[in-house]
């Protein structure tokens, strides 16, 4: 669950697809505590990353933004079953192949859509 957690967001992040940000909320809000813990940290290292690498500011704050954006959608509260139910379906009704992709946890959906982000 965390690799796709984690193609996902780096889709988000990257090139702003809105199904791909879906994505990432879905799987993280039907993971553990100890797995969003793990998918909250790949989101730090990643923030810190674009913030030491990206020469252009404006870049560089934009994807900050998105990954600060996913950081705090995920800590704003304990999901329960029932709102993993519901981004699920949100997910199936935005980007079915995403969603099929996640109930089998296959991440690779994300490195065939976009191969050279990976």
């Given at each position: 669950?965390?690799?796709?957690?984690?193609?996902?967001?780096?889709?988000?992040?990257?090139k702003?697809?809105?199904?791909?940000?879906?994505?990432?909320?879905?799987?993280?809000?039907?993971?553990g505590?100890?797995?969003?813990?793990?998918?909250?940290?790949?989101?730090?290292?990643?923030?810190?990353?674009?913030?030491?690498?990206?020469?252009?500011?404006?870049?560089?704050?934009?994807?900050?933004?998105?990954?600060?954006?996913?950081?705090?959608?995920?800590?704003?509260?304990?999901?329960?079953?029932?709102?993993?139910?519901?981004?699920?379906d949100?997910?199936?009704?935005?980007?079915?192949?995403?969603?099929?992709?996640?109930?089998?946890?296959?991440?690779?959906?994300?490195?065939?859509?976009?191969?050279?982000?990976?």
């Amino acid at each position: 669950m965390v690799q796709y957690f984690s193609n996902a967001a780096r889709v988000y992040v990257l090139k702003e697809e809105e199904d791909a940000r879906c994505a990432a909320l879905a799987a993280a809000k039907i993971a553990g505590k100890r797995q969003r813990k793990t998918m909250l940290n790949l989101l730090s290292q990643m923030n810190t990353n674009v913030l030491s690498r990206y020469p252009d500011k404006s870049a560089r704050d934009l994807l900050s933004r998105r990954i600060l954006s996913l950081i705090n959608d995920i800590e704003s509260r304990d999901w329960d079953p029932a709102d993993a139910h519901e981004e699920k379906d949100k997910l199936s009704r935005i980007n079915a192949e995403y969603r099929a992709c996640l109930d089998k946890v296959d991440p690779s959906i994300f490195m065939k859509k976009f191969p050279k982000l990976f």
